[in-house]
């Protein structure tokens, strides 16, 4: 029973424009939720968090936005360049339960291509 | 340079012969972690270790063995147990910490096993 879901597996924008990523999770005990950027051939890379009790949380071109409400969140890139294609996984974590710290739930991925 | 080393890149098995799967990191990190990937899936976690002697069971353990003698060595070996036990399998290491920190995992470059 998957607990994060990236329902778009791919998505296509063009180069400066602005790209949405959405996630979908299930579990209310999620306190933590993480994006990783996997280029071919190569692991995943962390990319930016958000803990529950922000709603957003930027990094230059990156920012993240939380609905606890809705359990949804996503991963704005603007602009977005080339070099952002890659697959993009949302990821969460019951951070604050003891049995839980350190492990992670995972999303399917999506896929982005950025267009000149 | 840090990072972590998994090896072999990609290995062909035939079925019914264990495998085991190398993870080295030179982080110096505490935790370990050994995720599959399935087409259309996400990252799933088959085994943990917090600390040098001592692993957990992760979500989809069953078939899949690990040691943890070293802290910088996390084998994993897919037994003739495992039903499918062709994916692409990755190897992550992070602090060992219930906070935000212990959350953000580094990945190896994964194997690719395939089993005929």
């Known amino acids: 029973d998957q607990q994060v879901k990236q329902n778009s597996p791919s998505l296509s924008v063009q180069e400066g424009r602005i790209s949405i990523l959405n996630c979908d999770y299930t579990n209310s005990m999620f306190d933590y939720f993480l994006w990783y950027k996997k280029y071919p051939a190569e692991g995943p890379t962390f990319l930016i968090s958000i803990s529950s009790i922000k709603d957003k949380n930027e990094d230059g071109r990156f920012t993240v936005f939380l609905n606890k409400s809705a359990k949804h969140l996503s991963l704005h890139i603007v602009p977005s360049q080339p070099g952002d294609s890659a697959v993009y996984f949302c990821a969460a974590s019951a951070a604050m339960t003891t049995d839980s710290w350190g492990k992670l739930q995972f999303g399917a991925g999506t896929q982005v291509v950025v267009t000149p | 340079d840090g990072g972590i080393t998994q090896s072999p890149k990609y290995l062909f098995r035939k079925e019914g012969q264990n495998v085991t799967l190398s993870c080295e990191q030179n982080l110096n990190h505490d935790a370990m972690y050994w995720y599959r990937q399935d087409p259309g899936q996400g990252l799933r976690l088959i085994y943990y270790?917090?600390?040098?002697?001592?692993?957990q069971k992760g979500d989809i353990a069953e078939g899949y063995s690990v040691s943890r003698e070293k802290k910088e060595s996390f084998p994993l070996t897919v037994t003739s147990a495992q039903k499918n036990p062709t994916a692409f399998y990755l190897c992550?290491?992070?602090?060992?910490?219930?906070?935000?920190?212990?959350?953000?995992?580094?990945f190896g470059p994964g194997t690719r096993l395939t089993v005929t």
């Open positions: 270790s917090q600390i040098v002697n001592d692993f």
């Open positions: 992550a290491s992070s602090i060992s910490s219930p906070g935000p920190k212990g959350l953000e995992q580094y």
